[in-house]
């Protein structure tokens, strides 16, 4: 397969470029007036060829959550993100009994070996009931080395990233212990002040850190008390952290996603979409692991409680790109790169999805002008087509 157009590959736009595929690799990328071979011509006017997304935050779509789910119902959830440009979905666990825990590692590390997930995200139960947000409080437990242990061996290795408060107890040993795994530490859902902050990320900076969809779940950043969020874009600042951004103008305004990018810059940025099962369907009630959810023009809060925290995300990736771009004022490049590449590194997985570079694998989105996408592409075979022969 042999695509030309506009392209994004190895951190460069090129106005006119040439992406050939074999079988589910990548095996050329470039400009095509590098290639000596014949090319075809270009696609569609307006249209860009940008590598397939990665999500690193995404708890379900399509009317089914990763919490709570059974095989089924996970797949066709990450099914409608890869349809929807998203190739590769780490799949968020909820706070819950250890017991319950265990029992979703377990099914969703069965789709890890099939190739559905790209790995598991535990986002709790280490974290802090003051900024639990929409996960069920009963189910936040203290930091507790034994039990991170059982539930990262009921990963089998497949656990990728775990969000934990910097205040809660055991906080070194549990990050310790996840990066001996090879596991992400993420912080996040704390309202640790920012020298304790400051602390958490001095001591887990030596490996791949992130910081849990930044500024939600999280003491607002105040002049005199800075707090967590102050901590993490200093850190991300210097290299040392990746920001997630749930930029849909519902977590975050959009001249704070411009802030970020402008301060850290995308290569320190991985936008997630924190999608749950209302993503992709209309307003209604739909499931976030125990609780029930309300979804009123998109956005979504816990049932029954008001105007309450929000509760995950209704929007897409490739939804969240076209915003940062339209909306925040991002360029194209930039806002790809921390949908792709950047998110990719985080997980370990740079050379193989998150680029459009020989050896990746071929994971690839046809968008518009508009942002849309026209085609995806996910290991070399097309799961959704809609351009012109």
């Not at 040439?18 to 000596?36: F, H, I, Q």
């Not at 011509?41 to 789910?69: K, M, N, R, S, Y």
């Not at 119902?73 to 440009?85: F, I, K, L, M, V």
């Amino acid at each position: 397969m042999i695509l030309r157009g506009r392209l994004i590959t190895g951190g460069r736009l090129l106005p006119d470029g040439v992406v050939e595929t074999v079988g589910d690799r990548v095996v050329w990328a470039g400009p095509a007036s590098e290639r000596k071979d014949p090319v075809p011509e270009p696609a569609e006017p307006g249209t860009t060829i940008i590598p397939g997304l990665v999500d690193v935050h995404c708890h379900g779509a399509g009317g089914f959550g990763f919490p709570e789910a059974d095989s089924e119902g996970s797949t066709a959830a990450a099914d409608h993100h890869r349809h929807n440009g998203t190739t590769s979905v780490v799949g968020s666990l909820v706070s819950a009994p250890p017991e319950i825990l265990r029992q979703r590692i377990d099914l969703l590390a069965s789709l890890v070996d099939d190739g559905t997930l790209a790995g598991i995200h535990l986002e709790g139960p280490f974290l802090s009931v003051l900024r639990c947000g929409a996960q069920d409080p009963a189910s936040i437990l203290d930091g507790d080395p034994a039990l991170l242990e059982s539930l990262l061996e009921s990963g089998r290795g497949h656990i990728r990233s775990m969000t934990i408060a910097p205040e809660t107890a055991h906080f070194a040993e549990l990050s310790t212990m996840l990066q001996t795994h090879g596991v992400v530490v993420s912080v996040g859902h704390t309202d640790a002040s920012n020298p304790t902050a400051t602390r958490s990320i001095a001591h887990s900076a030596h490996a791949p850190l992130s910081a849990t969809h930044l500024f939600n779940g999280m003491a607002p950043m105040h002049h005199r008390a800075p707090g967590a969020v102050a901590a993490c874009l200093s850190a991300a600042a210097r290299g040392q952290m990746v920001v997630e951004l749930v930029g849909d103008g519902v977590h975050l305004a959009d001249e704070t996603v411009s802030t970020v990018f402008d301060l850290v810059g995308p290569h320190q940025i991985a936008l997630v979409s924190d999608a749950m099962a209302a993503a992709g369907m209309p307003d209604g009630r739909y499931p976030l692991g125990p609780l029930d959810v309300d979804v009123v023009a998109g956005v979504a809060r816990l049932a029954g409680q008001g105007d309450t925290a929000i509760a995950g995300g209704t929007s897409r990736l490739m939804d969240i790109v076209r915003r940062t771009v339209i909306h925040a004022g991002v360029d194209l490049l930039s806002a790809v790169t921390a949908a792709t590449g950047t998110p990719a590194a985080l997980l370990g997985l740079t050379g193989k999805v998150g680029d459009l570079t020989p050896g990746c694998r071929a994971d690839l989105v046809v968008i518009d002008k508009e942002l849309f996408p026209r085609a995806v592409m996910a290991s070399g075979s097309w799961l959704t087509k809609t351009l012109e022969s």
